[in-house]
């Protein structure tokens, strides 16, 4: 079998080993594939191993060898699924790999919003301390998670891992599902509408679909609290990114923290880009050292599966 791996880079950035897919076939790996490349290196695959190249139609078409899509992510719309279960083409992702890195950063950007740690930090080595007529000062208004309200839109592995640390912060938790479930321990179920209208955080946790496309609007942002904080670990596509800056310049929304945006890498001209209280790391909530083994272990694991007649994880 011919194993050819067609953007490894972000996965292992150097510190990962890729030796265990020796072990499995012949394999050919490279850090990045340019679209113009893509058919070209992928054609010989028996087993594709791709992040973030597109495999469409078009490109799957031309892949006569190809047996296994193995995706070393969770998500799978880079991929052509109904083309592939036409060809009877198992794609197999990396579930739950992630959902303690996520979860963290999640909070961390709620943090950073909150208390402004970062902002706090550059001040002081700016030399405003120094400067200071009184023993401390602050740089923004501070806001106290103790009893505030977090909303999660989405309610899977991530979101109920957020609502544990929110817990612990004495705060109080509604959850959205388009697909109904009971409450639990932690949060209760509500509307959507009710979500934004009770919720002073609105944490995004729910995939990319028609449904979910540019969901948090105007309309939408209009339905909540003033000062409302809203973050987004999910998909950038999920927010009008134009809504949330006017959001931010009305200070309607208190704070903006994401890990996604609606492009990626983003244009110079990305609305959020400079936008007032607005924080944006680029899309690492996933990049954990732990959670780059795991998706390791689990990416070979499915890779073995199928080759042993055992398909794990097929998102078909």
């Not at 120094?130 to 991530?158: H, M, N």
């Not at 891992?161 to 932690?186: Q, S």
């Not at 509307?191 to 679909?209: A, F, K, T």
Request: hydrophobic share 40%; proline share 3%; with cysteine.
């Amino acid at each position: 079998m011919k194993i050819v791996i067609l953007d490894g880079y972000t996965t292992d950035e150097g510190q990962l080993s890729w030796g265990e897919f020796e072990k499995l076939g012949e394999l050919v790996y490279y850090e990045r594939t340019p679209f113009d490349k893509v058919v070209e290196r992928a054609k010989p695959a028996d087993i594709l191993i791709v992040n973030k190249v597109i495999l469409s139609k078009e490109v799957l078409s031309q892949l006569d060898n190809l047996k296994y899509i193995g995706l070393l992510s969770t998500g799978y719309n880079v991929v052509d699924l109904d083309y592939a279960k036409k060809r009877s083409i198992p794609v197999c992702n990396i579930p739950n790999y992630s959902t303690k890195s996520v979860a963290q950063l999640t909070v961390a950007l709620l943090l950073e919003i909150a208390m402004g740690v970062g902002k706090h930090s550059i001040s002081v080595s700016q030399g405003d301390w120094a400067r200071c007529k009184d023993f401390c000062y602050t740089t923004q208004s501070i806001t106290e998670l103790d009893g505030k309200t977090i909303g999660l839109v989405g309610y899977g592995t991530i979101a109920r891992e957020v609502a544990k640390i929110a817990k612990a912060f004495g705060m109080k938790t509604l959850a959205y599902r388009r697909t109904p479930c009971h409450n639990d321990e932690i949060a209760k179920m509500v509307s959507l509408d009710e979500l934004y209208r009770q919720s002073d955080v609105i944490s995004m946790h729910c995939p990319m679909n028609n449904d979910s496309d540019k969901m948090i609007d105007e309309v939408a942002i209009g339905k909540m609290k003033d000062g409302v904080i809203i973050l987004n670990t999910a998909r950038g596509g999920i927010v009008d990114e134009k809504a949330i800056r006017s959001g931010l310049e009305s200070g309607k929304i208190a704070g903006y923290g994401a890990d996604v945006l609606s492009t990626e890498p983003p244009q110079n001209d990305n609305a959020l880009i400079d936008a007032p209280n607005c924080y944006i790391t680029p899309h690492i909530a996933w990049a954990s050292k732990e959670a780059k083994s795991r998706l390791m272990s689990i990416a070979i694991d499915n890779v073995k599966s199928f080759l042993n007649g055992k398909i794990k994880n097929c998102v078909y």
